[in-house]
């Protein structure tokens, strides 16, 4: 079974769960170099998160430096070839519909059809009072946002939607997507998180769930799914470090030569996986580049067939 790979760039998003120190003082030529050194290894996509405003209570652990991913993305597409851009993931809720189909939508016609939307439900709640969205809302807000991005995001330049909480029809938008179909990833773990993946979305990514909880998850997926419409089944990985590591990279990081985590990930494969999002420990950016580049060349061959 094939698995792709893809990463979450570094600099764009801050939180203390994942970002390496050296990132604090990186800026926007660090994160071009990253995205051009993952275009090169052949990687599936690269990823930015999307957060509004940070709350001061959440600040110290989340910290404040989240990069607009839309500007982001667009402005990575014009410094790569062939890497696709995800979403991962746009808290589309806090938007009308047509404002995220407008933007997305650009940004795929710029790109030349590489967008990947994944979108989740959020959980900031001061972003939503401050936006004047309901936050107790966001989950029944969000399934209805899936069903008017896929008439906006569609191939008629006059798309329509009539929901609750959303009603649309006869504005155009141009231009259109340059893809058909615009791929739908749905964020989150939770048991409706996973239910809306299998029902309205068109992959599923996960929110760091261990390689335990997977098999099950995805039971769950497959069954609610039903009518064996094709789903991408993510997976975000243990953190890896091609080679043996001169440093402390803690006890959860995998290491060793590339044959020996390629067959630890090819275990994700097993279980129904399709795509794996990587993250490396690295102590600067060059070591991050060398580390995407081994991945790429040593690594992603393992794998049965990489991106």
């Known amino acids: 079974m094939s698995l792709d790979y893809g990463i979450q760039l570094p600099v764009q998003s801050q939180s203390t769960i994942y970002a390496e120190p050296w990132e604090a003082d990186a800026g926007p030529a660090d994160l071009v170099e990253v995205a051009r050194a993952a275009d090169r ?57 047509l404002l995220t189909a407008k933007q997305y ?29 309901d936050f107790e809302r966001r989950g029944a807000v969000l399934d209805e946002t899936l069903d008017a991005l896929r008439a906006a995001l569609g191939p008629d330049e006059y798309p329509a939607h009539h929901g609750k909480s959303f009603d649309f029809e006869g504005l155009g938008q141009r231009p259109r997507p340059a893809q058909e179909r615009v791929p739908l990833w749905v964020g989150g773990s939770s048991p409706a998180a996973v239910r809306r993946a299998a ?5 599923w990514l996960p929110q760091g769930d261990p390689r335990d909880r997977l ?40 290491t060793g030569p590339p044959e020996v985590l390629a067959e630890s990930l090819r275990a994700y494969a097993a279980m129904g996986v ?34």
């Open 41 to 97: 290894a052949g990687f599936a996509y690269v990823a930015a998160c999307d957060h509004v405003a940070i709350p001061r209570r959440l600040a110290d652990a989340m910290s404040t430096v989240w990069y607009d991913p839309v500007a982001t993305l667009a402005h990575l597409a014009a410094v790569t070839t062939r890497v696709r851009l995800l979403a991962h993931v746009a808290v589309v809720g806090l938007r009308h519909p």
């Open 105 to 133: 939508a650009t940004l795929d016609h710029l790109s030349g059809g590489r967008l990947i939307l994944g979108v989740g439900a959020g959980h900031v709640r001061e972003e939503f009072e401050t936006l004047g969205v």
């Open 215 to 254: 098999p099950g998850q995805i039971e769950t997926l497959r069954r609610l799914r039903g009518d064996g419409a094709p789903l991408t089944v993510g997976a975000i990985t243990e953190p890896l470090y091609v080679g043996e590591p001169g440093w402390e990279v803690g006890r959860r990081t995998l």
């Open 199 to 203: 029902l309205k979305g068109d992959g």
């Open 274 to 307: 399709d795509q794996i999002q990587v993250r490396f420990r690295c102590r600067d950016r060059d070591e991050l580049i060398d580390q995407i580049g081994l991945f790429g060349t040593e690594v992603g061959p393992l794998l049965d067939g990489g991106s």
